[in-house]
């Protein structure tokens, strides 16, 4: 079953969490967060320990992620890109070294974001690199992957509010300065999946087999 990403907080509200069998998967774009448990999504929501920097720091103020065509030379971008991958590398390394269920999904989603950097910066370092194509596609890469952060239920409403207004400022420049289309940008969602559990009450009803 797939659910959109914040209608998975109503859905929650309506099944038993308490019963087995429960489990979710987070996709966002290329990056898959699987198995994940009922307990681990209330951890989720509930997340106290959640760093609110995390969204600027990854997105807000990284103006490679937003910003219109003003870099004309493939040079010129990758110093940005290549800040923004070490400061993903070493926030995951924090998070790994924190621990937890709930750090465990930010760990692969941060790494993502990594990962389309390093990507645009190989691309950009080919002879006659395409910048704005280049570009278009890094932010095609990691808009799933932003969008969860700007989402996530603790997040600071004046964080959310700057952050979705550089995102739609994102979108409309990819589309009419980077050759991006509409069509290409994933939305993040939910994965749902139940598998009922035999109970010892189960078992003992199944009539023998002759």
């Given at each position: 079953?797939?659910?959109?990403?914040?209608?998975?907080?109503?859905?929650?509200?309506?099944?038993n969490?308490?019963?087995?069998?429960?489990?979710?998967?987070?996709?966002?774009g290329?990056?898959?967060?699987?198995?994940l448990?009922?307990?681990?999504m209330?951890?989720?929501?509930?997340?106290?320990?959640?760093?609110?920097?995390?969204?600027?720091?990854?997105?807000?103020?990284?103006?490679?992620?937003?910003?219109?065509?003003?870099?004309?030379?493939?040079?010129?971008?990758?110093?940005?890109?290549?800040?923004?991958?070490?400061?993903?590398?070493?926030?995951?390394v924090?998070?790994e070294e924190?621990?937890?269920?709930?750090?465990?999904?930010?760990?692969?989603?941060?790494?993502?974001?990594?990962?389309?950097?390093?990507?645009?910066?190989?691309?950009?370092?080919?002879?006659?690199a395409?910048v704005?194509?280049?570009?278009?596609?890094?932010?095609?890469?990691?808009?799933?992957?932003?969008?969860?952060f700007?989402?996530?239920?603790?997040?600071?409403?004046?964080y959310?509010?700057?952050?979705?207004?550089?995102?739609?400022?994102?979108?409309?420049?990819?589309?009419?300065?980077?050759?991006?289309?509409?069509?290409?940008?994933?939305?993040?969602?939910w994965?749902?999946?139940?598998?009922?559990t035999k109970t010892?009450?189960?078992?003992?009803?199944?009539?023998?087999?002759q």
């Open positions: 079953m797939k659910i959109a990403l914040n209608e998975i907080w109503n859905f929650l509200k309506m099944v969490t308490k019963e087995l069998g429960w489990s979710y998967a987070l996709c966002a290329e990056v898959k967060v699987d198995a448990s009922t307990e681990t209330l951890a989720l929501k509930d997340d106290d320990q959640y760093d609110t920097e995390l969204l600027p720091s990854i997105f807000t103020f990284r103006e490679i992620l937003w910003q219109p065509d003003v870099f004309t030379e493939a040079s010129m971008s990758i110093p940005s890109l290549r800040i923004l991958q070490a400061f993903c590398e070493e926030t995951c924090e998070l924190k621990g937890g269920a709930v750090n465990n999904i930010y760990i692969p989603l941060i790494k993502g974001v990594g990962v389309c950097c390093g990507k645009a910066m190989k691309s950009l370092e080919k002879d006659k395409d704005k194509k280049i570009l278009g596609d890094l932010r095609t890469c990691v808009f799933p992957i932003i969008k969860f700007i989402y996530h239920p603790k997040n600071r409403q004046d959310f509010q700057d952050a979705q207004n550089r995102l739609n400022y994102a979108v409309k420049i990819m589309l009419t300065q980077f050759y991006g289309r509409y069509t290409e940008l994933e939305d993040p969602f994965k749902v999946s139940f598998k009922k010892k009450k189960d078992v003992e009803s199944k009539p023998e087999e």
